[in-house]
């Protein structure tokens, strides 16, 4: 939301920090002490109290298709949601229901059940089917170091024995060339790019342009799609049982998607 709340992150951050209007306890993991520092100097004008969470006090133990297993202060605790990113945002949860006197074994419990829809979530292990809602150079980034990671869990979806092919489609106002860019680095086998059609007051950027910078970046097979629905034909002619299908670039492609499927 660049477009509304600033160009930097420290614009931004003076604009999120308006919502801190009371005597409340702030609690952020906000690693950038310049950022860190507008949170707590907002929190200081209404006497909040001001705790932060370093990664120091987070320890992720494994990620796999299962979710990550994590340590915060000692103990640990299992998420389904996929990735390293995601011990952060568990302990997150977890100090803020600590503070205000939730039980430890409801806790994990909480944890352990709460999902996140299209924030790398698996449809299928066989295709390998992810549903990824990445829409900015940092998710998609986080998307990227997540698959990898994955590979690196599961012998079967690595590089030599499994193809990786990619259906994405973006917004028109995202940094799209930086995106492909990280995606690249995946070495996907083929690529199809389209558009979401449910939301007709936001405007996507065009599948063709988006084909024009993958071509940029590498030289295998990019399709283009004026519909989602046409992708999953792609995909069936495609992927194989050995193979991972990632879905990624914006929360409406792959929540059109995944009606479909």
């Given amino acids: 939301h660049t477009q509304l ?27 950038s002490p310049a950022i860190r520092a507008i949170l707590e100097m907002q929190a200081k004008k209404f006497t909040a109290p001001f705790q932060t969470i ?15 297993t ?17 011990s952060m ?20 419990k909480g944890i352990q059940q709460a999902t996140q829809p299209l924030r790398m979530e698996i449809l299928s292990e066989s295709p390998l089917i992810i549903l990824d809602g990445a829409h900015n150079v940092d998710k998609i980034q986080t998307t990227v170091e997540t698959l990898q990671a994955l590979r690196d869990a599961h012998p079967a979806y690595q590089a030599k024995k499994s193809n990786l092919y990619i259906i994405n ?29 449910i939301n007709p007051f936001r405007k996507v950027a065009s599948p063709r342009d988006i084909a024009d910078m993958w071509k940029k970046q590498t030289s295998v097979p990019t399709d283009i799609f004026l519909h989602p629905k046409e992708t ?30």
Avoid at 18 to 25: A, H, L, S, V
Avoid at 187 to 193: K, N
Avoid at 235 to 260: M, N, P, R, W, Y
């Fill in 169 to 197: 489609g973006f917004s028109g106002d995202k940094d799209i060339h930086r995106m492909i860019q990280s995606l690249a680095t995946l070495r996907p086998t083929a690529i199809a790019c389209t558009r979401n059609t």
């Fill in 5 to 31: 709340l600033g160009k930097t992150k420290k614009e931004i951050a003076v604009r999120k920090a308006g919502i801190i209007t009371g005597p409340c306890t702030v609690v952020t993991a906000e690693q």
């Fill in 70 to 86: 994590c340590s915060y202060q000692g103990t640990e605790f299992h998420t389904t949601a996929i990735g390293a990113h995601q």
């Fill in 89 to 108: 945002n568990a302990s997150i949860a977890i100090h803020v229901a600590r503070s205000i006197g939730i039980e430890e074994k409801s806790i994990i």
């Fill in 232 to 261: 999953i034909a792609w995909a069936q002619k495609k992927v194989t049982k050995h193979d991972i299908l990632l879905i990624t670039g914006s929360l409406f492609v792959s929540s059109e998607i995944q009606t479909l499927l």
């Fill in 54 to 68: 370093s990664k120091k006090q987070v320890e992720t133990i494994v990620t796999d298709l299962t979710g990550t």
